[in-house]
Every structure is written in C-alpha cells, then in structure tokens.
C-alpha cells in the first residue's frame, strides 16, 4: 500500500486515504500516549498530525500490535528507538505528501479547520543580470622556471635574497670561471691558426686562378694563328687558282701566236707567188716595151704607144719592187710571231713554276695551321691542368672553412659554457628558497635547481565549467574577451581580469573544460596555489525575472515556489531557475514579474494553503522569539523580513512587496 501511495505521489495524484486512516486521526489520545511513552533523547520532536497508515492493515490491529508502556520499558530503549524511527519515518512521508498535494483540499486541518501560515513574501521583478558562471578556481603562476646550473664549478657569489622580486636578466649566481676562460683562448688560437690556413689557401687559389688566366691568354693566340694560317692557306690555294687562269690565257697566247704564225707564213708564200708572177708580167712588159721602142724607133707605132708600153713596163717593175718588199714584211712579221711564241711559251713555263710555288705555299699552309691546332689542344690541356689545380685550391680553402667553422664551434662552445657561469634570472618573478651558497660545489647534470622563480603578474586562474557551457562561451568569446571575477576568504571585493584560454578537449572523467583567466597582480593579493572562487560572466540578459533565492525549494519533482493568490492561498509553481547571483534567482520559467513568491514559512506550505503575509515587526518579533534555533528557515525570514517594507534590495535595483492579511 505504501508503494501504491508513492507511486501516485510521483504522478502528481494524491494518494487515496482509506476511512480507517481518517478515523485514526480521531484518536490522538493514543498516539500521544504511545509519544508520551519515548524517551526525549532518542526522537525529535515531530507535528501533531498523525501518518497516514495503509489500507491494507486496520488501525486497530496496529493498535494492538503495539506494546504497552510497561512492556516497553522493560524491553529496553532499543524496541523504543525502533518504534521512534517508525514514527518518525512516518512523518516524513506525510511531510514529503504534503509538499507534492496538488489539490488544496488535500492541505492540513486540524480541528475541522483550514490551518493559517503565516509567510513573507517578495515580488518577481525585471532586471537586468549578467549571464555569469560560477566555479571554484585555482591561482597558478603565468609561468614557473626553476633555475638550474648548466656548468660545473663552485659558487662564488650570490646576488639576491630568497623571496626577492627579481627581473629578468638580473644576476642571481656567479661560478668560477677559470676553466671556461682556458678553454676560450685554446679555442682562439686553433681558430686563428684555421683563419691563417684559409688565407693561404685563398693566395694559391689567386695564383692558380692567374695561370688559368695566362693559359686562356695562350689558346686565345694560337686559336689566331690557326685563323691566320687558314687564312693563308686561303689566299694561297687563290694564288694557286690565279696562277692556273694565267697558265691557261697564256697557252692561249702561244696558240694564238701559233696561228699568227701560220698565217704569217702563207701571207710569205702567197707574196713569193705574187712576187713570181708579177716578175714574169714585169719581165713580159720590158720585153714589150723594148719591142715596142723598137718598132717606135722604126716607125712603125707611134710613140704614144710606145710611151703606154715603157709604162707598163715601169708599173710591173714596180711592182715587182712591192712584192719583194711585202714578201720581206711577211717574213719579218713571222720571225715577230716565232718570237712572241718562244716568249709565250717562256710565260707558260713560269706559269707553271708559279702554280707549283703557290702549292708548295699551300701545304705549307697546311702544316702551319697542324702545328696550330696541335699547339690549342696544348693550350686546352694546359688550361684543364691549371683549373684542376683551382678546384684544389677551392678544396683547401673549403676545408680550411669548414675547420674554422668547427672550430669557431668550439670556441663558441667554451664561450656559452663560460656564459652559464653567470646564472641570470630567466623571467620576471618571485624568487624562492635558495637552495646553494656561496662555496658550494654545483654540476650540471644535478636535477636540484639553485633557485625556483614564479612569475605572479601577471598571473593566471584556472578553473572548470561543465561542458554543457561550452556553446555559450564559444558563442561570447567571438564577440571579445570575457570578464573574470574572483574572490577568496577575507576578501570579498572581486578582482577583474580576462579569460585567455579555454582548453581544446573536455575531461571525460569530470565532463568539464577548462578556461584559465589573466589578472593584474600588481599589488600581490594572488598567490599561486590559492583557492578562489570565479565568476565568468558572458553577457546580459536584459528584463530578467528575478526572485529571492529563499523562495526557491526543491522537491522530488525538481523546483519549485509557492505564489501567493489573491484568495490567501499558495500555488505550487515549477519554475526552471537560471543563474543565482547576490541573492537572487533568475527565473526562465514558471513565474511573471508582478507575482507574489513566498520567502519564508515553506516548510509548512503544500498547494493551497492558507496564508497570513507577516509585516516586518511580525517577522522581526518572530525572528527574536527564534533566537538560538539552528533552523536555517527561521534564520531566513529574518533576513527577509528585514526587507519586507523597503523599496529595494541593498543594491537599489530589486523591489520587495509586503501584505497584510486583511
């Protein structure tokens, strides 16, 4: 039956109460009698009203069940405190009934009348609030360096005192550096001799680099003489070509004085046949003309005629004359004609000569231009010896670097080493415990630092949200950095900075991220490891209602408030409560501005009970008829009973509201 009463309460039904369950609430002697009977000392004090029994086991049999008072005592206190925890169990049921009865018919009566609460109530207003969220955060040190020696040797100075302010590049610690010095001028002087090397080395290479030089000077020449003995050979093979024309115009001309020759020769003949028969006409017409000059003399011609034959006579004679003269030119002209052959000829032959000098000259030519080229494959071979020796030289001149730079290395090396025995401090920072002096041996492959410093300014809290959060964040943060709050024990005033950081991945184990804030530290108050509490707030959520955080209670269906009505009753109101920030509580649903939410006496409220709202001297005298009751509802309506009356909270932007009962 219990189970079946549970079971409708969480349904939100009230459960069913039997007639035998009414008629025990006719019989308070008994139960006051059975109460009566329990030691103080072991059950608290409960209400006057009685538990509802179940249907299933009369009253009477209950009733009977129970032991009386003398039997109980002589059992002992532990059948008693069975008993107690029973009664007790019971009652808290009927509370817990009481707080989840939707009807008001259901309520508490006692006597057959409604029972008056007297409460205090406070009026849901607008405001604006900031959207914030709220978690305990720890203080860390922006950054932590523990300073450690990177050189062997013994302390020789120690140059600040343990909890020091220290910046960075300060002096902290000073090592014998003897050693590190011996090490740098060894390093030196090997660095030197290497630089010596180099310089020798770049002197080879510019002697070398002139012996290339003068080879390519040399081929350059040669190549010219090549060109110039082709050229020769050029103009020789054209003296040769010259020389062979000339030969053959001048054969031509001894076959043309050839042929002048032989004409010449019957141009004599032809005069000796002319010569021939004029000398025959010639002797023919003397013999006429002294024939006739006979005949003249004789009278027998006239010497007309006679004088016509002595003419002729003369002209043959006369002719004869020309013939032997043209016959003595005819001759001369052919011995002229034999001459200019013999000369020809004397002209082909030199000719010829000339052809075979020119083809001497030619290969002549030949052989000089052989000798040239052999002498450029001189110079090429020369040129490759001397850049071989330039590559070499390069050679040494890199290797001679190449030991510089090991050994400027090195001697870097032993200058860093002889740096690390002058130990400055790395950050900005406290300094704190120092844990050498001055004499003390240090090493470096030792894990024990000389000093730890923590940079505490700026410096950083970090703290955890749920990861239901995140979008929110992520959504603010776009539009610029987010404002941090914290406060600790003994100083409530909030220290502002700004979140820099959230963290890539949510902790499975926690379903948590992180956000680490940046603060102002300058005047100390933090310290790394310090516990504080944080606020983050994202926006603000304009025309938000409100209500006291009092008025909020939390019941097996979530939670929840009691409105106040107009009639003096109460409604069981769910509301879904938003942030809580100084004493109030934002309300995203279930309550309008306006309405009246109880702040005090709940815990004898159920849906529909009367009230009686309490005026402040109502409150303040009940507050001192409470005094030294831990009850922290009392304590409570005190504090709102206090502002019960007043037109604001004590930051002048909430509004409280107080009635009467009229």
Known sequence: MIEEIISDSRNGTRP???????????????????????PNDTVPEVALESPSLPESEPTNNILAKEPKPQKVLAKGRIAMFLLGLLLLGGLGFLVWQRAIAPKPEKASRRGGKM????????????????????????????????????????????YFKKGQEVKKGQLLFSIDDR?????????????????????????????????VEQARATLDKDRGIVEQARATLQKDLGVVEQAKMTLAKDKGVVEQAKMTLEKDLGAV?????????????????EAQSQRYAELYKQGVISQDQAQQYATSSRAAAATVELDKQAIANAETAVKSDRIGITNAESVVKGDSVAIANAETAVKSDLVGIENAQTAV????????NARAVVDGDRSAIEGAQASVSADGGSLQNAQVQSSYTKVFAPIDGRAGNILVTEGNVVQPSTDKPLVTISKINPIQVAFSVPESNLPDIQKYVENGKLKV??????????????????????????????????????????????????????????????????????????????????????????????????????????????????TDGQANLVDGSKIRIKDAED???????????????TSKAKETGAKSGSDSNSSGNKSWKSRKNP
């Open 16 to 38: 069913k109460v039997s007639d035998e369950n009414l008629k025990l609430n006719d019989q308070p002697t008994q139960n006051f009698e059975i109460v009566d009977k329990i």
């Open 115 to 158: 029972q008056i609460t007297p409460v205090l109530v406070a009026t849901a207003t607008k405001k604006t609030v900031p959207i914030q969220l709220q978690a305990i955060g720890t203080v860390q040190s922006g950054a932590t360096v523990s300073v450690t020696a990177q050189a062997s040797g013994r302390v020789t100075g120690v």
């Open 179 to 211: 050693s590190q010095n011996a090490s740098i001028q060894q390093a030196q002087g090997i660095v030197a001799k290497d630089r010596a090397q180099v310089q020798q080395a770049t002197a080879n290479l510019a002697k070398d680099r002139g012996i």
């Open 269 to 285: 003949k032809q005069a000796m046949a002319t010569l021939s028969k004029d000398r025959a006409q010639a002797e023919y017409a």
């Open 377 to 384: 494959k001189s110079d090429l071979v020369g040129i490759d």
């Open 485 to 598: 709050d914290v406060t600790f024990a003994g100083n409530n005033r909030p220290i502002s900075g700004t979140l820099s950081f959230v963290n890539n991945t949510v902790d499975n184990s926690t379903g948590s991220i992180q956000l680490i804030g940046d603060f102002n530290n300058a005047d100390g108050k933090l310290f790394p490891g310090q516990f504080v509490n944080t606020t983050l707030t994202l926006s603000q959520q304009p025309n938000a209602i409100v209500v006291p955080s009092q008025a909020v209670q939390t019941g097996p269906n979530g939670q929840f408030v009691f409105v106040a009505q107009d009639d003096d009753t109460v409604d069981n109101v769910p509301v879904v409560v938003g942030n809580t920030i100084g004493g109030l509580s934002v309300i995203k649903k279930g309550v309008d501005a306006g309405d009246d939410v109880v």
């Open 619 to 633: 409150a303040k005298d009940n507050s001192d008829s409470s005094k030294g009751n831990n009850n922290s509802d």
